[in-house]
């Protein structure tokens, strides 16, 4: 069933923007005229498109065998590489729905989106991160869920499994995949994929670096989020390019794959290219294969991002948009390097966008700064089965918004100023300051607890916990993420300082004044207590 109206599919067929294949149909299309290229690899395994083809129906086989119907809906928590992507597209081949998890995600994350979302299994290797997948499975308690095991070794389809493949097939416009987004509540929203989004943004990738189909990419960005999805398991499949991936992101590692496969469009948030560029091995390895790299996620740093440029010939690039949005604008290799690192490019005019006050008046006209908010080709479909959530995404008719505050110039070029959601962003990854504080408020020695960014030159943010104490009661920076592992929170919610007070700034409505708080974050830092460890993961 096609979760976009018709009126859209209508319009947006006839303009060229979607069309009516599948990514399983360009990976048939791949192993037939392309077989022996590469499609994945990483750090170990090497698959050609005919091999790829063959896994995801080995996969798409095993699925139905284990009894799934189509429309039923699995969580899959693969590390990045391969498998995952084949998973997907045997999951489409066999009419099933991902939920798409996040790699690093704790037990009460799992537990809710698999939950939320009715999932019927967990599929997985039998190891994930050194963690039993099957005891993991029956600890997690989800009701009517079993664990099911994959790796590449499944048995072969059949002819009658290639048959049943094509009548439950997940069409371009129908639910494919679910994934999760930042949720001020703490707990992740549901983001509704379906496949033409992506193709649209073929086009809007090719036209901002000019790809093509012997262009070798590489996304060290996890597979089952907005960036990694169209960086890796979209855009080098539909051009039949072969794509790198790292099972676990490291950047020297990174730089060295880059240089063994010649690569030759990188994407990563900014966080991994700055570690990238900090690399020792960054003066030693030949890295001119590079012509572009796809960034975002997070401010992009102008002056590390044009060294990163000078060292590499790569031209650096970013969309601004999200999740939920796709892309409002976009830089272009035709854009100045002053216009690229300082703006995120021009509006998209298939995205309709404009802007609107705190009080949802439009004011495009003003330039802002103001909430941008628009429609079009690249939009999801909405959250999944979450009406208040919906109610805040979109505006009265049908334009979805972004909470950060941007403004517009004459020339159309679109810049960031501000942020209204209370959000931290540490590495690319969205982590609800509200959802922060209402964790470490759980610990016995807490009595208030306010969560903010602390500036960081890799990582652009980092998680500062802000913290009066119970009388009499102490704590430290371990006993609160001991406490917090405890309870199964996912890893990067976990604070990585720990500054005490005395007492809190208050506002006149009663409420923890955060603006007082980000005015003295500098001396909270310089006595909090921390955690730290420049060489921590990004993912």
């Known amino acids: 069933m096609n979760i976009v109206p018709q009126e859209h599919i209508d319009e947006y067929t006839a303009k060229g923007w979607w069309g009516t294949e599948t990514l399983s149909d360009r990976v048939r ?3 037939s005229a392309r077989g022996d290229v590469t499609a994945f690899v990483n750090e170990s395994v090497r698959l050609d498109w005919k091999t790829f083809d063959d896994l995801a129906d080995r996969i798409a086989a095993h699925l139905m065998r284990e009894g799934l119907s189509a429309g039923q809906r699995i969580g899959v928590l693969l590390e990045d590489g391969p498998l995952v992507h084949a998973t997907y597209v045997g999951a489409e081949r066999a009419g099933v729905v991902v939920v798409g998890l996040g790699g690093r995600a704790g037990d009460r994350e799992l537990q ?7 999932a019927v299994s967990l599929v997985s290797r039998a190891q994930h991160r050194g963690d039993d997948m099957e005891a993991r499975a ?10 099911l095991g994959i790796d590449e070794d499944l048995p072969p389809a059949s002819e009658a499994d290639r048959i049943e493949m094509q009548a439950r097939r997940i069409g371009p416009n129908e639910l494919f995949l679910l994934n999760s987004t930042s949720g001020t509540t703490g707990m992740p929203k549901l983001v509704t994929q379906f496949q033409n989004r992506w193709f649209f943004y ?45 099972s676990k992101f490291d950047a020297t590692e990174a730089l060295r794959m880059i240089e063994r496969e010649r ?16 690399s020792p091995e960054m003066g030693n390895l030949d890295l001119s294969s590079l012509r572009a790299m796809f960034t975002g996620g997070e401010a992009v740093p102008y002056e590390k991002a044009a060294a990163f440029e000078e060292r590499t010939g790569a031209a650096v690039l970013q969309f601004f948009g999200s999740n939920e949005t796709g892309g409002f604008s976009g830089t272009t290799l035709a854009d100045t390097r002053e216009r690229r690192l300082t703006s995120a490019g021009r509006v998209l005019p298939e995205m309709n966008v404009r802007l609107f006050d705190d009080d949802g008046n439009d004011v495009t006209a003003t330039g802002g700064p103001a909430q941008p908010g628009g429609h079009g080709p690249a939009m999801c479909a909405g959250y999944f089965d979450d009406d208040a959530a919906n109610a805040e995404l979109y505006t009265a008719d049908g334009d979805m918004l972004m909470g950060d505050y ?5 020339e159309g070029y679109l810049t960031v100023v501000g942020r209204k959601s209370d959000f931290i962003i540490r590495g690319g990854k969205n982590i609800s300051a509200p959802a922060v504080e209402a964790e470490v408020a759980q610990h016995p020695s807490i009595d208030l607890a306010a969560a903010i960014a602390a500036p960081d030159e890799v990582f652009g943010e980092r998680v500062l916990v802000v913290v009066t104490l119970v009388p009499g009661a102490s704590a430290t920076l371990a ?9 199964g929170v996912t890893r990067e919610m976990f604070p990585e300082y720990l500054a005490i007070v005395d007492e809190m700034p208050i506002a006149s409505g009663g409420k923890i004044a955060k603006s007082a708080l980000k005015d003295q974050v500098a001396d ?8 730290i460890n420049a060489a921590s993961p990004v993912r």
Not at 204 to 230: C, E, I, K, Y
């Open 202 to 246: 073929l086009q809007l990738a090719q036209r901002a670096a000019n790809l093509t189909p012997d262009d070798v990419f590489m996304s060290v960005v996890p597979a089952p989020f907005g960036f990694g999805l169209w960086t890796a398991h979209f855009i080098p499949t539909l051009l039949g390019a072969p794509t790198v991936v790292m």
């Open 112 to 118: 809710y989106l698999l939950t939320r979302t009715d």
């Open 138 to 147: 029956q600890r997690l308690a989800v009701p009517g869920l079993t664990w």
């Open 406 to 410: 941007v403004t517009i110039d004459e």
């Open 263 to 278: 690569v030759t469009v990188l994407a990563a948030v900014s966080t991994q290219f700055l570690l990238m560029l900090n």
């Open 524 to 531: 909270l830092v310089a006595r909090a207590e921390t955690t």
């Open 29 to 31: 299309a791949n192993a």
């Open 479 to 487: 006993d609160i993420n001991a406490m917090l592992a405890e309870r």
